[in-house]
């Protein structure tokens, strides 16, 4: 929870993630607009640099390359290669897809490459697990100014695991499980939520009511100086946005049990499926989280209409073990509120920069495509325009000409 309320982490690449959607502006004279493109990769980067800085202290940077912190010197070791880890993550999960699907004839996929991506990952979380190893408590000192803050003395996963155990190999596991946990997730949710957002107007302009209601507008280059503490109890509406995206494009589609002893499960058995049914030891049992949101009989008879308001409606809807998209019991998501509050924060301050999120996807009614490489993200990306909030333009220009006169009076 402690990492969760860094908040000034998530900001730093909000902001990345900003000049980088700036680069899609409008030529045009109307410079509110940005062109038509896909922002879904752009999620893709963000949460792997906010999930390479959580979990090793040192960010990647895919979003600006130039603000990555020099490594220090480690004898023996070649420095990581920041540059290629997201692809390697991207190719070595196509890889394990493929062999799913393949199920008990995987062996007649060659390994070369799927062998060579792993190679190239874990030599990644290596570096820093010697670094952590061999430089022990002082291993955030490289890290004092990271985005110009001090910031030595935070939260950092592998160095705080370091304490317990030595373990390369543990800790080298440990915070790559977490990595492939929850880089891709995060961001598949992000881009679904936009997805939706951008194809139901009367949504998102209820959503960015609530947003402005509680957080006001975007101010440039200031920070936004939001509590998670009030994201994740002051959003209401928010949370049935959410909700409402993880029901009808679960990132998570299938998960699956195998018993470890006989079990007799309450229903499932008798002609009409309402009997118990049992479980020898050893069945696998597949957990169809995407069906489960679809089924009429669970979901007001409307399952395919994207409306959050059902998660308001009598009170709140309470949601058990029909609602799974974050896996359910003693092996649940480990990163569930860490997932909702980050997500949360980002469409935010998406909502406070853009007044309008257009989808500019072709045909603009084209059907709902999956793409399931281990997490489901949009098969047809997430193709938008944006529009600058009028005031965020004004807020943004008075900023740059105070920024210019400073440096003015400097020089
Ligand atoms: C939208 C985002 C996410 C979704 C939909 C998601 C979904 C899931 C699901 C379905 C499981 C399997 C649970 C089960 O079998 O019962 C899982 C496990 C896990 N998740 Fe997430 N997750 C997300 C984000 C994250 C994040 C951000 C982190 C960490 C920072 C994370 C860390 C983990 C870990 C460590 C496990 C394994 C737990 C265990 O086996 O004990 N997840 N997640």
Same mark, same amino acid.
């Given at each position: 929870m402690?990492q969760i309320? +860094?908040? +000034? ?5 909000v902001q990345a ?5 700036d680069? %899609?502006q409008n030529d045009?004279?109307?410079e509110?607009?940005?062109? $038509?493109f896909d922002?879904q990769p752009?999620?893709?980067? &963000?949460?792997?640099d906010v &999930?390479?800085e959580?979990l090793?202290?040192?960010?990647? %940077?895919?979003?600006?390359p130039?603000?990555?912190?020099e490594l ?12 290629n880890?997201?692809m ?5 999960k196509a890889?394990?897809e493929?062999r ?7 062996w007649? @996929? ?8 792993c190679?190239?990952i874990h030599?990644y ?11 022990g408590?002082?291993?955030l000192?490289?890290?004092q %100014? ?11 996963l592998?160095?705080?695991l370091? /304490?317990v155990?030595q373990?390369?190999?543990? @800790?080298r596991?440990?915070?790559?499980n $977490?990595l ?9 949710l992000?881009g679904?939520?936009v997805?939706f ?5 009367k ?6 009511y609530? $947003?402005?209601i ?6 440039s280059g200031?920070p936004s100086?939001?509590?998670f /503490?009030?994201?994740? #109890?002051s959003l209401?509406? &928010?949370?049935?946005v959410i909700?409402e ?13 195998i018993?470890l002893?006989d079990t ?6 008798g002609?009409d499926r ?8 050893g ?9 489960l949101?679809?089924r009429? +009989? @669970?979901w007001?008879? #409307?399952?395919?209409e994207?409306?959050?308001?059902r998660w308001?409606? #009598? ?11 974050f896996g359910?019991?003693?092996r649940?998501c480990?990163?569930q ?9 980002v469409?935010?301050?998406i909502l406070?920069?853009? +007044?309008?999120?257009e989808?500019a996807?072709?045909?603009p009614?084209?059907?709902?495509r999956?793409h399931?490489?281990i ?5 047809s990306?997430v ?5 600058k909030?009028?005031w965020?333009?004004?807020?943004q ?8 006169q400073q440096?003015?009076?400097i020089?």
């Amino acid at each position: 929870m402690d990492q969760i309320n +860094d908040l +000034d982490l998530y900001e730093r690449h909000v902001q990345a993630l900003f000049a980088a959607i700036d680069r %899609h502006q409008n030529d045009s004279s109307d410079e509110q607009w940005t062109r $038509v493109f896909d922002l879904q990769p752009l999620f893709y980067n &963000m949460s792997l640099d906010v &999930m390479s800085e959580m979990l090793y202290g040192y960010s990647v %940077h895919s979003q600006n390359p130039s603000e990555r912190v020099e490594l220090p010197e480690l004898t023996g070791h070649e420095p990581p290669d920041r540059e290629n880890i997201g692809m390697h993550m991207d190719a070595g999960k196509a890889w394990i897809e493929t062999r799913g699907a393949l199920w008990k004839y995987r062996w007649l @996929l060659p390994v070369k490459q799927f062998n060579e991506h792993c190679a190239a990952i874990h030599k990644y979380a290596e570096w820093f697990v010697q670094l952590r190893l061999t430089r022990g408590g002082e291993y955030l000192d490289g890290l004092q %100014h990271q985005g110009g803050q001090p910031h030595g003395d935070r939260y950092v996963l592998l160095n705080e695991l370091a /304490k317990v155990t030595q373990d390369p190999v543990e @800790l080298r596991s440990q915070t790559l499980n $977490v990595l492939s946990a929850g880089r891709d997730t995060t961001a598949a949710l992000l881009g679904w939520i936009v997805y939706f957002l951008a194809r139901h107007p009367k949504v998102q302009l209820k959503l960015r009511y609530e $947003v402005l209601i509680r957080f006001g507008p975007y101010v440039s280059g200031q920070p936004s100086g939001i509590e998670f /503490k009030k994201v994740r #109890d002051s959003l209401p509406y &928010m949370n049935a946005v959410i909700n409402e995206t993880l029901r009808m494009a679960p990132v998570v589609p299938l998960n699956d049990r195998i018993s470890l002893r006989d079990t007799v499960l309450p229903r499932g058995g008798g002609d009409d499926r309402t009997e118990p049914i049992l479980v020898p030891k050893g069945t696998q049992i597949l957990i169809p989280t995407y069906a489960l949101g679809q089924r009429p +009989d @669970l979901w007001d008879f #409307d399952p395919d209409e994207f409306r959050p308001e059902r998660w308001m409606e #009598d009170g709140k809807r309470k949601f058990g073990f029909e609602f799974v998209p974050f896996g359910g019991g003693l092996r649940q998501c480990l990163g569930q509120q860490l997932a909702r509050i980050k997500s949360a924060y980002v469409i935010t301050r998406i909502l406070q920069r853009y +007044d309008t999120i257009e989808n500019a996807e072709s045909p603009p009614d084209a059907p709902i495509r999956f793409h399931h490489t281990i997490e489901n993200r949009s098969g047809s990306g997430v193709q938008v325009k944006l529009r600058k909030a009028k005031w965020t333009l004004q807020l943004q220009r008075r900023w740059e000409a105070k920024n210019e006169q400073q440096r003015l009076e400097i020089h």
